[in-house]
């Protein structure tokens, strides 16, 4: 049986708010945050052969990253659906790791949503969601994109009406912030009790009115800025140069600003140039057009316009 091949894209997220609740028993801490896919993308190149018995995962990628979790997600996902053959893959980053931008998860994500398709397993959406949310707590956002709220760890997911499709600069230092090390350098004020009715509202008024994006806050910068000054220094530069409001992304070190205004972005850009930054111009991506991106990838081996994509090959072909 031929190869079946697909470059699938592998978008960015930002925090457009993040507020952390408190710790729970399970260790990991309640979240309210809403996420937003940007147009900044890596790349995944697959390649899979059908075979009767075996299966094989290969992935090339140039960075090497250790425990890749595109590789613990295509197998994860070969193992709960049985699939048999040969599957290479090819990763190229262009999304800073470790920066807050949710890369790995969005990688991983992009191997679930297109293994389906390319295997003819057809995996419920439960059981997608169910596989995303044992690689990361942000793993299944990126199984839905666009503009969405994120409760519990993050992984318990609504679609939330979409942002505009605002003008995004984001700021990559050259600085590498775990996530679990950025959870445990909080303390007061910023972590407070799961239930903490002020830190609610604040969010809540937030999310009622997004278009105000002064509104939003991150519950990160004060203690990753404490580490890290030079972050908050280029978080006033973005603001002094145009953009309506600038954050950190995630868990950072990321920041990014949002600029109605595409000039406002334009001239502001040269001023981050002699920085010593990775910058990105990008736009934020609506749930349709994510959707529309990774289906268009998946074209020729999806059944119709379903989402997650459904394979066109039977089930039991082989
Ligand atoms: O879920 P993920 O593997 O991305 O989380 C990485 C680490 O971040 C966890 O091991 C945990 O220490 C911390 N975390 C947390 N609360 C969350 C998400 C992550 O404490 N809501």
């Known amino acids: 049986m031929p190869p079946r091949r697909a470059a699938v894209p ?18 990991y801490h309640e979240l309210r945050t809403v996420f937003q896919t940007v147009g900044l993308h890596d790349q995944i190149e697959f390649e899979f052969t059908p075979a009767r018995r075996g299966l094989a995962v290969e992935l090339e990628d140039a960075l090497a990253i250790p425990d890749n979790l595109v590789l613990r997600a295509a197998r994860l996902f070969c193992e709960s659906e049985g699939v048999r053959g040969r599957l290479r893959m090819k990763l190229s980053k262009r999304i800073p790791m470790g920066a807050g931008l949710g890369g790995g998860s969005s990688n991983a994500a992009a191997v679930l949503l297109a293994l389906g398709p390319l295997t003819g397993r057809c995996c419920t959406p439960d059981s997608l969601h169910a596989i995303a949310a044992s690689l990361g707590s942000d793993v299944p956002f990126f199984l839905y994109g666009g503009t969405a709220l994120g409760l519990g760890r993050g992984e318990e997911l609504y679609p939330l009406p979409e942002a505009p499709p605002w003008n995004v600069l984001i700021v990559a230092p050259p600085v590498h912030v775990s996530t679990g090390e950025a959870y445990q350098a909080l303390g007061r004020p910023a972590l407070t009790s799961p239930f903490d009715s002020r830190k609610l509202n604040v969010f809540q008024s937030f999310v009622w009115r997004m278009e105000d994006l002064s509104g939003s806050e991150n519950d990160f910068e004060a203690a990753v800025f404490a580490l890290h000054p030079e972050l908050e220094r280029w978080k006033r530069k973005l603001e002094r140069f145009g953009a309506h409001a600038a954050r950190l992304s995630g868990s950072g070190a990321a920041l990014f600003g949002v600029f109605p205004d595409r000039a406002k972005l334009q001239g502001a850009l040269p001023k981050f140039s002699k920085e010593p930054l990775k910058v990105f111009s990008t736009t934020m991506l ?4 994510y959707r529309a991106r990774v289906l268009g990838s998946l074209r020729e081996h999806v059944a119709g316009n379903t989402w997650p994509p459904v394979s066109r090959y039977e089930r039991h072909e082989l």
């Open 286 to 289: 609506s749930r349709a057009r």
């Open 10 to 27: 592998s978008f960015a997220k930002v925090n457009l708010s993040l507020k952390v609740l408190g710790k729970r028993a399970d260790g």
